[in-house]
């Protein structure tokens, strides 16, 4: 790696003596959820996180705190229903704009397709909230869903409500039944969907819903956490 070099004046001598590497600071991660305040097998909604109602979704909150393949997570399961839950956290995307997440879907809500309005389901999946009022009208909500046929990367307006926007993290059924670790560029992801540099997101959720195609599903989420770019190196 380079040097720079700088010149400093010492009794009308001219010196040029090296200097350090000019590196970045990274900011610290922000770990958003661990799943460590909750004891192993309690049920119903996590401490920390709060319901968050959907239109007709009449949830059920059939969650648990688990301990699987040596991770504490939060397993989620549905049937016929639609369940979400919030937890608010600062946030500050220009210095941690990595969301990092590890999850295990264990099955696909059968006949679920987020292209269409009638059969808008998915098994467990993360929200970044940026909440506005009136809410129905002016929030912002990306969903970062394992979709079993949809390519990586694909964007789906919602088909029911113009606050989110579905992006997909994960594609296929290789690694169904398996943890897996994925990132998201969220501040990217932002300004792809919204032509915008994003403010900074208050909140994030997690859903699972099978409520439209009256069907089931299940999945486990792990740790979940903002982070920083990798360091910049100025030679």
Known sequence: MRTTTRRTFIRGAVCTVA???LVARAAEALVVEDWREAATKATGVPPGWRPYETP???PAYDFSIVDDDGRRALRMK??????????????????????????KAVKFPVGADLREKKTSDATAHIFVLWP????????????????PALPVGTVIKSRKTGTVTFVVARSGSERLG????????????????????????????LSIDTNDTRSSAEALVGRIAFAPRPLLVRH
Do not use: C
């Open 19 to 21: 200097a350090w590497p």
């Open 56 to 58: 007709g979704g009449h």
């Open 78 to 103: 549905s049937e016929g229903e639609h369940s979400t839950i919030a937890k608010e956290s600062t946030i500050r995307l220009a210095a941690t704009p990595l969301l990092r997440w590890d999850w």
């Open 132 to 147: 506005r009022i009136p809410a129905m009208l002016r929030s912002r909500l990306i969903g970062y869903v394992w979709d």
């Open 178 to 205: 398996h943890w897996v670790s994925d990132e998201r560029d969220v501040a990217a992801d932002f300004r792809r969907i919204h032509g915008e540099a994003p403010d900074d997101p208050k909140a994030i959720a």
